[in-house]
Structures are given as structure tokens and as C-alpha cells.
């Protein structure tokens, strides 16, 4: 049966960043690489979003935006539904992204030379946002067996005994290893928090992409006895609309919201994008049925990629995603250096997928592969992976 997301959409020449930024970041590649890197999708988005935003433009006037209680009350709802979770709308603040608003984080609720506590191999922006902001980062990175990842508890918790770590960062669901933190495991990291007053920044951008068997637990469900939580949340990932530059935090304290408030104002972030605020209001009001029938293909997709590399690949290990559309792939038995692989990758295969290292020291030999496209792409993409590495063969275990 045909679906709607098998439609190949040509994104050339529409300054698209995965698509037509490839060169300004991997530097001389040809001309056909196919892009499977940058963390959105290549499907059109909800038609729900796609019809409020061309009303709006039909209206013709794009003046400043208000405060959006719609949107807010809109997104209390989806929180409702969706993941069970009574979100008061008085307690959203809108941003331009997740990663604008864990900078004005950062800046209201620390100092420079205070320390921020990160879990690589983790998101790139999560090194930078706490370094550009002058102060000390602190890895405490996951631990992985056989492919499987967890948060090593133990470390966390003597990191977070020094009086200067003020702040962590969680990825929930985890890019790029797609770990969807159990009740247990979320619990673990608020005592942890209440035990060392370590505020926990909650980036749960990739809360609506959990695949079958799995659920998302938002942070703040599980810290009920604590307020030091910051939820950031987007439908940016879920509803591919990231060129729309609208996301928001959810605070319930009035202590912090307070403080962030102020960053909040202090970078003008007060202002709203427009279409963002409609496309948003949208999606969460009316998409929930383009998200379903989305996470089915993407199931799907992710299955014949599991598969592929099982049978026509199985030196590469691969890390099954319990969320995310995003596959973490093991190339180390190549006995290759994470540069020397991106360059096989690119040069033989004209493939571009995200090189490990950019997630840390930890995603080194590793590559991150976006598998939320039309089949076709998937298909092409797979053979010119395997492509680049026709002639390594190494011994599987």
C-alpha cells in the first residue's frame, strides 16, 4: 500500500541546512551525495499545519504577536492526552528553539564558572551552549554494554557533590542513542537532585517520537517532591516544522520562573514568530493523526535499516531506538578513526551521515543515521553506505 510519507519531496535549492548546507560543513563532497543527517524530516508536514499556515499568510499582515494562551492552552491539552501530564498554561514560556531557551537557562540560574553537568555521546549544541556561556562543563558520560545505554548513577551523583555543579542537562528521549528513561531510572536522577540541590534541565524535544513498547515519562510526572526542573519542549521534531523557530519551557516554580523570566526578557526572546505560534496551535490541536501514521512508517523504516545491516552489514553495530527517528551505528570493528569513516561515507558512497565525534569523545568510530524519509531514499541511502565500505569485511563475533 502507498503511503502519503513514501511522496520523495525535491528540498534543492530551498535553503534547507541538510540539503543544501552539506558542503559549508563537510567541505568538497560530489554533487549527489544524499543527505542523511540533520535531525528533521524530508515528509511534508500535517496538512492541519500546512492549511492554518497558508490562511494566515492569505490574511496578508504579519504585525508582532501577542502572548499566546491559545497555543499555551493547546499545548496544556496535548500534555494532557498525550503523556498524562496536568501542565498549568500559566507556566509556559515560549522560545525560539530548545536550545535558545537552555542558554537563557544557563544565564538566569548560574554564574559564570559554575558547573553544568552534560551525558555524552549526547546532542553537539549541549557542548557548546554551556562553554559559550563561561562556564565549566562537566561530562559525566553514559555507559554502554553491547550496545545498550544508561546513566551512570553513581558518577552522577559525586559529580553533582561539588558545591560548583549547579545545574544537568538530560536528553529525554536520548539523540543520538534513542534510550527512553524508565520511571526507575528518571526517579534515581531526582533524588539525586534533591540530595545535591542540582537543578535538572529536561530537554524533551523528541518526547512525541517513542516507538512501540516504550513511553515517555516527562521528567516533572516523576518530581513531584522537588521543584528544581526545567521541561523544554518543541513540535518542532514531531511535527517537522523546525524552520519555524517556536518551542517552550514549562516552570512551575515560582522562584525559578521568576528568574527566568528575566533572561527571558533580557534577550528579547518575548517576541513570537507568527507562523510559528499558528503552525504549533495547529499541530497540537489537530496532528495527532498525521503523528501516528507517522511513527508507523518511521517503525518501518527503522526495521528495514536494523535488518539491512543484520544481513548485509553485520560488523556494524547499532543501537535499537526505543524514540527519536535517529539510528546510532557502530562502525569501530572498520578499524577506522571517526574522520577517516565520515570520509569513506562521503567520498565513496555519497552519503552523509552525522560523524560520532561530534557527539563527544564517546561517539568515536560512530555514526548517527536519520532514517525519517521516504523508503526510496532509505533504500538508496542503505546501498550507498554499504558502498563505501565494500571492501572491509572484518570478522563479527
Known amino acids: 500500500m502507498v503511503s502519503s510519507f513514501d511522496k520523495v519531496i525535491n528540498r534543492r535549492n530551498t535553503d534547507s541546512l541538510k540539503w543544501d548546507g552539506m558542503k559549508e560543513r563537510f567541505g568538497s563532497i560530489p554533487d549527489d551525495t544524499l543527505p542523511m543527517w540533520v535531525a528533521d524530516m524530508d515528509?511534508?508536514?500535517?496538512?492541519?499545519?500546512?492549511?492554518?499556515?497558508?490562511?494566515?499568510?492569505?490574511?496578508?499582515?504579519?504585525?508582532?504577536a501577542s502572548d499566546p494562551l491559545s497555543l499555551f492552552e493547546a499545548v496544556a491539552e496535548w500534555m494532557k492526552r498525550v503523556h498524562g501530564w496536568n501542565v498549568d498554561p500559566g507556566s509556559i514560556f515560549t522560545a525560539p528553539g530548545v536550545m535558545p531557551a537552555i542558554g537563557m537557562a544557563i544565564r538566569a540560574l548560574t554564574r559564570p564558572g559554575e558547573k553544568v553537568i552534560i551525558m555524552p555521546p549526547v546532542y553537539p549544541p549541549f557542548f557548546r551552549i554551556v562553554e559559550d556561556n563561561e562556564r565549566v562543563l562537566v561530562q559525566v558520560p553514559l555507559i554502554e554494554e553491547k550496545g545498550y545505554y544508561s546513566m551512570d548513577f553513581e558518577e552522577l551523583?559525586?559529580?553533582?557533590?561539588?558545591?560548583?555543579?549547579?545545574?544537568?542537562?538530560?536528553?529525554?528521549?536520548?539523540?543520538?542513542?534513542?534510550?527512553?528513561?524508565?520511571?526507575?531510572?528518571?526517579?534515581?536522577?531526582?533524588?539525586?537532585?534533591?540530595?545535591?540541590?542540582?537543578?535538572?534541565?529536561?530537554?524533551?524535544?523528541?518526547?512525541?517520537?517513542?516507538?512501540s513498547g516504550n513511553r515517555h515519562i516527562p521528567y516533572a510526572t516523576r518530581a513531584k517532591e522537588t521543584s528544581l526542573w526545567i521541561t523544554c519542549v518543541s513540535p518542532s521534531k514531531t511535527f517537522n516544522i523546525p524552520g519555524l523557530n517556536t518551542s517552550y519551557t514549562i516552570i512551575a516554580d515560582d522562584a525559578l520562573r521568576i528568574?527566568?523570566?528575566?533572561?527571558?526578557?533580557?534577550?528579547?526572546?518575548?517576541?513570537?514568530?507568527?507562523?510559528?505560534?499558528?503552525a504549533a496551535k495547529a499541530a497540537y490541536t489537530n496532528g495527532d493523526t498525521w503523528r501516528r501514521e507517522m511513527l508507523a512508517y518511521v517503525e518501518q523504516n527503522l526495521e528495514q535499516a536494523i535488518t539491512f545491516f543484520q544481513i548485509s552489514m553485520p560488523w556494524v553495530g547499532l543501537t535499537r531506538p526505543e524514540g527519536t527517528y535517529l539510528l546510532w551505528l557502530d562502525f569501530r570493528k572498520s578499524g577506522l578513526d571517526s574522520e577517516k569513516i565520515t570520509e569513506r561515507l562521503l567520498q565513496k558512497g555519497r552519503v552523509a551521515l552525522d560523524p560520532g565525534h561530534w557527539f563527544g569523545k564517546e561517539g568515536e568510530g560512530f555514526q548517527r543515521l536519520n532514517v525519517a524519509c521516504p523508503a526510496e531514499l532509505l533504500e538508496d541511502g542503505l546501498r550507498r553506505i554499504r558502498s563505501a565500505f565494500a571492501d572491509i569485511r572484518p570478522e563479527v563475533e
Open 259 to 278: 528568574a527566568y523570566s528575566k533572561s527571558h526578557r533580557a534577550t528579547a526572546a518575548t517576541h513570537h514568530n507568527v507562523f510559528g505560534l499558528v
Open 157 to 211: 551523583e559525586r559529580a553533582c557533590g561539588d558545591k560548583a555543579v549547579k545545574m544537568v542537562l538530560l536528553c529525554s528521549p536520548h539523540n543520538p542513542v534513542g534510550r527512553v528513561w524508565t520511571e526507575r531510572e528518571l526517579d534515581k536522577l531526582v533524588k539525586i537532585s534533591q540530595k545535591t540541590d542540582t537543578i535538572i534541565i529536561s530537554d524533551e524535544i523528541h518526547a512525541d517520537l517513542v516507538h
Open 43 to 64: 515528509f511534508l508536514s500535517p496538512e492541519p499545519v500546512i492549511k492554518a499556515l497558508r490562511e494566515r499568510v492569505e490574511h496578508g499582515v504579519f504585525g508582532y
